[in-house]
C-alpha cells in the first residue's frame, strides 16, 4: 500500500483528507468523530468575534433526482466563544498528536489578528488558516470575501498575520474573483506558507413560487449565500491548476471544492493539491465517507505503480496548456457499439438539433439488435466523414461505453493554432474550410 501521509507546509497529517471548516468540524465531539473514521486533518469551524445565526441556513439543487448537487448556505463563521473553541482544539490535539488540526480565524483589526494568531498556537494547533473567502453576511462586514476580493487588502492582513507567527498559514481563497492568482500572488508576497481554495461561490440556488423568496428565507426575506458541493468542483479545479501552473505563486495547496470520493480527491492532487478538504459531502453522507476514500486512493495508487502520494501530486498540471498550442488536425470521431445501443436516438436528436448534423437515422437491417431496440425502428449511425469529434453525442448517451470517441489516424503532421496563423501569412496553405 502506498504511504498516504503528506505535510503541507510543515503541517503533517496520515493522509490527505482534511474535513474543510464548516458545519462538521464546529466542534471537539465531531472533531474526535471525524479522526475516529480516518479524516487525516480538522479545519476548525472559523473562529472570531461570536456571531448570531439566521434560521434557516441551507438550500440545495437537486438534478435528476439526485439531491444536492449542488449546496447553498447563508450560515456565518463559529457561533460558539473563542475560549469554547482554543479550548477543544487543544483537547483535540492532546488526543490525536498525530492528526493535523487547523485553526480556522476570522477577525477585523490588525490586534485582533495578533490575539488569534498567537491564541491558535498557544492551543496547539498544527496551524492556521485564514478565512477571506465567505461571501455571505461577514463580507457586510469587511471581513471574508472582502478581504479576498482585494489582493491589496489579503497582502496587507496575511502581512499582520505573519508578524507573529509561529506555525504555518494557509490563506483561504475566495472564488468570486475575476482571477485568483492575483490574491494566490498576494498571500505569497506577504509570506503567506500555502494556501487553499476554493470557498463558497455567492449564489441564488432557487426561489421559491409559492411565497417568490429565494431559499433559504428567513420571516419572508433571504440573502445570497455560498455555493458548494458537487456542482462547483469544476470551478475549484481550474482555479487549483491556475494557482499551481503560475510562477509567481508557488506555494502548497489545500485544493477544496465538490469532493465526495476518491476519484475526485486523486484528480485535485493531480492537478497539484498537496491535501484535500471535504464539507458538503460530509454533511451529507457523514464521516464514514473517508473510509472508501483512503481505500480508493490506495487501490488507485498501487495500480500506476506509486509508493507515496507525492508521486501523484500535480502530474496532470503541465498537460493543461492555451488552446492555441493544441493540435488543430488531432481527430477522434463518435463510433457507436450497436450491440449495446438502446434505440433512444438520444445521439441523433442531439448532433442533430444541438451540435454538427453528423448522425444519420438509418435501416436496422442487417445490425445486430441492441437490448431495448424495437425492431424496424431506425437507428443512428455517424458519418465520420463529417463528424467534428465534439463528444456531445457521447455525453448524452444513458448507456456506458455504448458511443466511443475513437482517435483516427489522419497521418497529417501536428499543426497548433499558431502554426496555422504562420503558415497562411506566408502564403504556404488554404484557409481549413468551415464544417458545412
Ligand atoms: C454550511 C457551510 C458552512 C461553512 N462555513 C465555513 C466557515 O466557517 N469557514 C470557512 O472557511 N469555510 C466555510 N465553508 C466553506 C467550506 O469550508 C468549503 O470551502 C466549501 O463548502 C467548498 O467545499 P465543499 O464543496 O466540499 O463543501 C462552509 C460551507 C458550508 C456548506
Known amino acids: 500500500m502506498a504511504d498516504l501521509s503528506i505535510n503541507l507546509a510543515g503541517i503533517k497529517s496520515p493522509n490527505p483528507f482534511w474535513v474543510a471548516s464548516g458545519p462538521p468540524s464546529n466542534t471537539a465531539y465531531q472533531a474526535h468523530r471525524a479522526f ?16 448570531v445565526n439566521v434560521s434557516s441556513r441551507y438550500s440545495a439543487m437537486n438534478v435528476g433526482g439526485i439531491r444536492m448537487v449542488g449546496f447553498n448556505n447563508i ?22 498528536p ?52 482585494q489582493p491589496a487588502v489579503t497582502e496587507k492582513i496575511v502581512s499582520w498575520v505573519m508578524e507573529v507567527a509561529t506555525i504555518p498559514v494557509i490563506v483561504k481563497l475566495t472564488p468570486n474573483i475575476t482571477d485568483v492568482t492575483y490574491a494566490a500572488r498576494a498571500a505569497k508576497k506577504a509570506g503567506g506558507n500555502a494556501i487553499s481554495l476554493i470557498n463558497t461561490i455567492n449564489s441564488i440556488t432557487q426561489v421559491n413560487l409559492d411565497n417568490l423568496v429565494p431559499e433559504p428565507y428567513v420571516a ?95 502530474l496532470a498540471a503541465p498537460t493543461l496548456k492555451k488552446w492555441e498550442t493544441l493540435d488543430l488536425r488531432y481527430k477522434r470521431v463518435a463510433r457507436i457499439n450497436y450491440d449495446k445501443c438502446i434505440g433512444c436516438n438520444l445521439c441523433y436528436i442531439a448532433c442533430e438539433d444541438g451540435a454538427h448534423q453528423c448522425i444519420d437515422l438509418i435501416d436496422p437491417n442487417g445490425y445486430s439488435l441492441g437490448p431495448g431496440r424495437v425492431p424496424g425502428k431506425p437507428i443512428p449511425k455517424v458519418r465520420e466523414d463529417d463528424c467534428v469529434g465534439c463528444n456531445l453525442c457521447s455525453l448524452v448517451c444513458p448507456v456506458d461505453d455504448c458511443i466511443t470517441m475513437t482517435p483516427i489516424e489522419t497521418g497529417e503532421p501536428k499543426m497548433s493554432w499558431s502554426d496555422y496563423q504562420a503558415k497562411m501569412a506566408r502564403g504556404e496553405m488554404q484557409p481549413i474550410p468551415a464544417h458545412p
Open 220 to 314: 419572508g426575506l433571504s440573502s445570497h449565500g455560498g455555493y458548494c458541493g458537487p456542482a462547483v468542483k469544476p470551478i475549484a479545479l481550474n482555479m487549483v491548476q491556475s494557482c499551481a501552473a503560475d510562477p509567481d505563486v508557488q506555494l502548497p495547496i489545500s485544493g477544496i471544492g465538490g469532493i465526495a470520493n476518491w476519484r475526485d480527491a486523486a484528480e485535485f492532487i493531480a492537478l497539484g493539491s498537496t491535501s484535500v478538504q471535504v464539507c458538503t459531502a460530509i454533511m451529507h453522507y457523514g464521516f464514514r465517507i473517508v473510509e472508501d476514500m483512503t481505500e480508493g486512493l490506495n487501490d488507485y495508487l498501487d495500480s500506476k505503480g506509486f509508493t507515496n502520494i507525492a508521486q501523484l501530486r500535480g
Open 98 to 149: 498525530n492528526h493535523a488540526v487547523i485553526a480556522s480565524l476570522m477577525v477585523d483589526t490588525r490586534e485582533r489578528w495578533h490575539e488569534f494568531v498567537r491564541r491558535s498556537a498557544d492551543s496547539g494547533a498544527d496551524g492556521i488558516e485564514l478565512n477571506f473567502g465567505c461571501p455571505h453576511g461577514m463580507c457586510e462586514r469587511g471581513m471574508g470575501s472582502a478581504v479576498g476580493q
Open 36 to 51: 475516529d473514521a480516518g479524516w487525516g486533518g480538522v479545519v476548525w469551524k472559523t473562529i472570531g468575534d461570536p456571531i
Open 75 to 96: 450560515e456565518l463563521i463559529s457561533d460558539r466563544s473563542p475560549e469554547t473553541n482554543f479550548r477543544e482544539i487543544a483537547e483535540v490535539k492532546k488526543r490525536w
